[in-house]
């Protein structure tokens, strides 16, 4: 048996584990304990995890703080457990507009501050994004004179609206015809005057830019933009093989592309910065979705542009050239979109697929909202229309009341649709909740346009286009008892036109058919001034051929052309006034392009404009004795030219007598003496007697 006896030991008889006097340890605490020291707090570790984002929502109350922290804290989520937050606060317990976020991973910092640069969390706060270690990064970083650089020298721009300037202020236009001759002349009364014409300024077409203060000319290396009074060079863009471009509505960005490269070379699409040249990006058509032109599409204040995807929307912000929040908006069966005007939506349509009916959706960007958004039937296809100033969307859809699936000889399977009638569906953007008003046409819908600045449109409509109806509507506005309705105001039935096209200032409005449209010698025009409550008709023109047609930038000159590229007979163009009435017409041997210059946006307030209609009698007055003054001189120069002529030929006359004297003997030698110019010489009268039938009358005689 064995017994275990409690004792307890004095420390003398205890093992001795120090250290021998002068060891040296050569493990490291690393190696010995590695996970342990993984968590060792380290400030050139720390740093690096923690993240600091500005431009937060400064928000006072403590409900707000909270739905704030909540926000963030979803939005943080995914780059990994949050370790510690700080939100800086000042003396009235109001968030300072940044936070500190310290995470578990360096390597998650670093992809938050990457993805949330720039974030927009609504239309006020785009967040700014920095490691915490920046801060010693950039405040030891030395900058030298010597790294600096010499500053780029100042380009002066020049007067880009020069034209506008010049007393008067004539609009331009520009013509391309004969042996590829450009010429740019000024609308001057009675008759243009020419400003510039050069050979072969453009390779192959031109372009004005929207507001008039560039042309564009084609070359195989690349475009070129003139400017200034004397069209100097202002800048090239080289992209070999262009044949394609579009600027942004305010000039601010050129997109030049080369479609046969679309698809396979990654520079096919370019964006440029007008001013500097640079090249901001390059882009490589999506041959998963089908090429049309533009292949972007930008918002009203040049901020964003867009373009379709695969089943997505992508929308790009120039300040980066990225996609928003680094990704596209997926949206299946999405088949078009179009931007607003004044705002910073963007409409778009999503086709049928299966039992899911097709949708048109207004989408706020950036935010990436849903505004509205109405469900449709039975819809084959939609095409939409904003109105100028950005306070209606016309979305026209065509629908089919019956759906065949039909084989071809291959088997494949295709939809015949039967029964096709429209739908113009109008969103009032501006009012509460954004009602939609319909309107339905039982007949084919061939035409639909928005007045300038206007709450008229007109449409164009009929089962064949030798035969079509001309309607015109207004959009009444709604009122404390009363909804707002889509009325008609006017219709001229049993036409043939097949296109419309308003004034820029509204009010008139032309119907046209041209040779593009309708294969036909005989193209005409109709002249309409659209009022309030009626419609009346002007003028009808006919200009055998017309290919084109074009209203200047005031609304006042219409001018009419045939284009050599469609038809290589009787190239000429006619300017009509807002009328209908012809001012003149200008024959050429080839005339390819006749296009206006484009006018910018008028400076002055609303306001102005306002206190200009009020007082328009008195700048009437002003402005009709300068008529009065240019027609007297008009006529003075009439009269002199008329007498100058008269002049001359009186000169001439005198001339021809003189000359007949003096030849007078010669004339008769060669006569022998018969003088058959002073008359007095017997003539032998000869008669002769002439015989016709004046009527036959058949007459029964009875015996």
Request: proline letters at 4%; one cysteine or more; aromatic letters at 12%.
């Amino acid at each position: 048996m064995v017994t275990n006896s409690n004792r307890t030991e004095s420390p003398d008889n205890l093992p001795d584990f120090s250290d021998p006097e002068g060891f040296q340890d050569d493990v490291t605490n690393e190696e010995l304990l590695p996970e342990l020291m993984q968590t060792e707090p380290r400030l050139d570790r720390s740093v690096n995890k923690i993240i600091i984002i500005d431009n937060i929502p400064k928000v006072g109350p403590k409900e707000k703080k909270e739905r704030l922290r909540k926000v963030l804290g979803n939005l943080l989520k995914n780059y990994g457990k949050i370790v510690n937050d700080y939100y800086p606060e000042d003396e009235n317990q109001v968030l300072k507009g940044y936070l500190f976020v310290e995470l578990e991973d360096e390597n998650l910092a670093q992809k938050a501050v990457s993805e949330l640069n720039g974030y927009h969390l609504d239309k006020m706060h785009c967040f700014k994004v920095n490691l915490f270690g920046d801060i010693e990064k950039y405040k030891n970083l030395v900058i030298r004179e010597e790294d600096i650089g010499e500053p780029a020298p100042f380009k002066n721009q020049g007067n880009l609206k020069w034209w506008l300037t010049k007393p008067g202020a004539h609009d331009q236009f520009c013509i391309q015809h004969g042996d590829n001759i450009m010429s740019v002349l000024m609308n001057t009364p009675n008759q243009p005057q020419q400003l510039i014409s050069r050979e072969k300024w453009s390779e192959t077409r031109f372009q004005w830019s929207p507001k008039g203060h560039y042309l564009c000319t084609f070359h195989e290396r690349g475009i070129a933009l003139w400017a200034r009074e004397e069209f100097n060079k202002f800048e090239r863009f080289s992209h070999s093989g262009v044949q394609l471009i579009d600027f942004s509505p305010c000039e601010k960005y050129l997109v030049t592309c080369n479609p046969s490269r679309a698809g396979v070379d990654d520079q096919a699409v370019i964006v440029w910065c007008v001013r500097t040249g640079k090249k901001k990006r390059a882009f490589s058509c999506d041959r998963s979705v089908s090429f049309s032109w533009p292949y972007f599409k930008w918002n009203f204040d040049d901020k964003y542009f867009a373009r379709l995807g695969n089943d997505s929307l992508m929308v790009y912000e120039t300040a980066s050239f990225s996609l928003v929040e680094k990704k596209s908006i997926k949206i299946p069966f999405i088949k078009d979109f179009e931007w607003s005007p004044s705002n910073n939506y963007i409409s778009y349509w999503v086709a049928e697929h299966k039992n899911v009916p097709a949708r048109v959706v207004l989408l706020d960007i950036p935010s990436k909202t849903e505004i509205r958004s109405k469900n449709l039937v039975n819809v084959v296809d939609c095409k939409m229309y904003w109105q100028s100033a950005g306070d209606f969307l016309c979305v026209r859809v065509e629908r089919y009341k019956k759906a065949n699936v039909v084989k071809d000889e291959n088997e494949k399977e295709t939809l015949r649709y039967s029964g096709i009638y429209y739908n113009l569906e109008f969103f009032r953007i501006r009012e509460k909740q954004i009602p939609v008003d319909s309107l339905e046409i039982k007949e084919n819908c061939y035409s639909f346009a928005w007045e300038p600045n206007g709450q008229r449109f007109a449409i164009i409509s009929g089962e064949v286009t030798s035969r079509t109806t001309g309607s015109f509507y207004r959009v009444a506005n709604p009122t404390p008892t009363v909804a707002g309705k889509l009325e008609l105001i006017k219709e001229f039935k049993n036409k043939a036109v097949l296109q419309i096209s308003w004034s820029p200032n509204g009010q008139h409005c032309v119907l046209a058919t041209s040779a593009s449209k309708q294969q036909a010698a005989s193209c005409h025009a109709e002249f309409y001034d659209v009022q309030s409550n009626d419609v009346v008709m002007l003028n009808k023109i006919e200009h055998e051929h017309m290919t084109d047609f074009e209203w200047d930038p005031t609304g006042r000159f219409f001018v009419t052309y045939v284009s050599y590229w469609n038809y290589k007979l009787e190239n000429a163009y006619i300017m009509w006034n807002f009328q209908g009435r012809q001012l003149q017409k200008q024959v050429f041997d080839r005339l390819f392009k006749f296009s206006w210059r484009p006018r910018p946006a008028s400076l002055l307030t609303p306001e102005q404009i306002k206190d200009i209609r009020k007082n328009i009698k008195q700048y009437s007055e002003k402005y009709n004795a300068l008529d009065s003054t240019r027609q007297r001189i008009v006529s003075q120069e009439q009269l002199e030219k008329r007498r100058k002529m008269m002049a001359e030929f009186s000169n001439f006359r005198r001339n021809a007598a003189k000359r007949l004297a003096e030849q007078k003997a010669k004339r008769l030698e060669l006569r022998n003496g018969f003088d058959v110019e002073s008359g007095t010489n017997e003539v032998e009268e000869v008669e002769y007697t002439v015989q016709f039938l004046v009527e036959t009358k058949k007459e029964e005689v009875n015996e």
